[in-house]
Antibody, heavy 130, light 106 residues
Framework: QVQLQESGPGLVKPSETLSLTCDVS?????????LGWIRQPPGKGLEWIGTIYHKGNTYYNPSLKSRVTISIDTSKSQISLNLSSVTAADTAIYYC???????????????????????WGQGTMVTVSS | DTQLTQSPSFLSASVGDRVTITCRASQDIRSYLAWYQQKPGKVPKLLIY???TLQSGVPSRFSGSGSGTEFTLTISSLQPEDFATYYC????????FGGGTRVEIK
C-alpha cells in the first residue's frame, strides 16, 4: 500500500534551515498525484506549506513562500522541504501527504484547484531552539 | 486571499446527537472544500472532498453540503469514535485550513 515517511533533524537552531525528506513507496512518484507538506504547531491547527506535482511544478503558501522550497527526486522516490531562517514559530509536526486523484496534467496549474490529501505520513516533530 | 472561518471552535455533544459544523469562505470557492478528522496524537483523516463526496471507507453518518461560501459537515448520529477535531480545507487557488472544531463528550 502507499506509504509516506518523513525524516529529518528533530532540532534546528534559530535562523538556520529546516530540511526534511519524505520517502514515498507503494506507487510511482512519477505518476500524476500531487505531494504536499502540511505542519501543525503543538496544540494548534493545520497549516498548508506547499504542494508539488511530479513534473516539478510547485505551489506555496504565500505566507511562507519567501522561505520555502519543495523539490522532488523521482530517482529516489522522495520529496524534500527546505524552510529557511526558522524561528520558534516554525516548531511543529511536519506532515507529508499525497492527494487522492490521479491527474494526467498539472490540474492545479490549469484549473487552479487543489485536490484533497487522502494519504498522510506519520509526521515528524521539529523543534526550533538554540 | 480567501479567509476561512470554521464554527464553532468547540462543541460538546452526546452519543447519538446530530452534529453540524460550519465552514465559511470569504469568497466563492465553488465546491473546492474538504473535511478532515483528527484524533489526539493521530494523523488527519480525509472524510469528504468536493464539498459533499464521501471518501471511501468513511461511515455514511458523515455528510457534507454547500457550495460557494458556506459549507457544513454533519454527523447524523454521533458515535464514541467520532470525538475528535474536525478541519475544513479550502482548495480553490490557495489551499487553506480552517481553525478546527473540537468535538467533545457532553
Amino acid at each position: 500500500q502507499v506509504q509516506l515517511q518523513e525524516s529529518g533533524p528533530g532540532l534546528v537552531k534559530p535562523s538556520e534551515t529546516l530540511s526534511l525528506t519524505c520517502d514515498v513507496s507503494g506507487y510511482s512518484i512519477s505518476s500524476g498525484y500531487y505531494l504536499g507538506w502540511i505542519r501543525q504547531p503543538p496544540g494548534k491547527g493545520l497549516e498548508w506549506i506547499g504542494t508539488i506535482y511530479h513534473k516539478g511544478n510547485t505551489y506555496y503558501n504565500p505566507s511562507l513562500k519567501s522561505r520555502v522550497t519543495i523539490s522532488i527526486d523521482t530517482s529516489k522516490s522522495q520529496i524534500s522541504l527546505n524552510l529557511s531562517s526558522v524561528t520558534a514559530a516554525d516548531t511543529a509536526i511536519y506532515y507529508c501527504a499525497r492527494t487522492g486523484v490521479l491527474r494526467y496534467f498539472d490540474w492545479l496549474l490549469v484549473v487552479g484547484a487543489h485536490d484533497a490529501f487522502d494519504i498522510w505520513g506519520q509526521g515528524t516533530m521539529v523543534t526550533v531552539s538554540s | 486571499d480567501t479567509q476561512l472561518t470554521q464554527s464553532p471552535s468547540f462543541l460538546s455533544a452526546s452519543v447519538g446527537d446530530r452534529v453540524t459544523i460550519t465552514c465559511r469562505a470569504s469568497q466563492d470557492i465553488r465546491s473546492y472544500l474538504a473535511w478532515y478528522q483528527q484524533k489526539p496524537g493521530k494523523v488527519p483523516k480525509l472524510l469528504i472532498y468536493s464539498a459533499s463526496t464521501l471518501q471511501s471507507g468513511v461511515p455514511s453518518r458523515f455528510s457534507g453540503s454547500g457550495s460557494g461560501t458556506e459549507f457544513t459537515l454533519t454527523i447524523s448520529s454521533l458515535q464514541p469514535e467520532d470525538f475528535a477535531t474536525y478541519y475544513c480545507q479550502q482548495l480553490n487557488r490557495q489551499s487553506l485550513f480552517g481553525g478546527g472544531t473540537r468535538v467533545e463528550i457532553k
